[in-house]
């Protein structure tokens, strides 16, 4: 069974970026991956996915300021965040596209603050 463990995340000040990373432990390149959030009383949301063949679609509050990419040879997911804002704020998970119940981690935590 694929694990996915994610890292990268941090403490930034409005503004600023960070470069997400989640790692399979093993081979999902025929799979679809997206990156998932959830804020503090608020349930998880989608922010962006990534077919197999690296087409990519982001929801409307990221969009213009978060990129997903792949590479399938490392089996990596990744999700460069620009421009944060304060209400980006969450813990951030990785699962695949529809996202499997089974394969959620312990995500990481992004904190956007001044």
């Known amino acids: 069974q694929v694990q996915l463990v994610e890292s990268g995340g941090g403490l930034v000040q409005p503004g600023g970026s960070l470069r997400l990373s989640c790692a399979a432990s093993?081979?999902?390149?025929?799979?679809?991956m997206g990156w998932y959030r959830q804020a503090p009383g608020k349930q998880r949301e989608l922010v962006a996915f990534?077919?197999?063949?690296?087409?990519?679609s982001s929801a409307d509050p990221v969009k213009g300021r978060f990129t997903i990419s792949r590479d399938n040879a490392k089996n990596m997911v990744y999700l460069q965040t620009n421009s944060l804002k304060p209400e980006d704020t969450a813990v951030y998970y990785c699962?695949?596209?529809?996202?499997?119940?089974?394969?959620w981690g312990q995500g990481t935590q992004v904190t956007v603050s001044s």
């Open positions: 093993g081979n999902i390149f025929s799979r679809a």
């Open positions: 699962n695949f596209y529809p996202p499997a119940p089974r394969y």
């Open positions: 990534i077919s197999s063949d690296g087409r990519q």
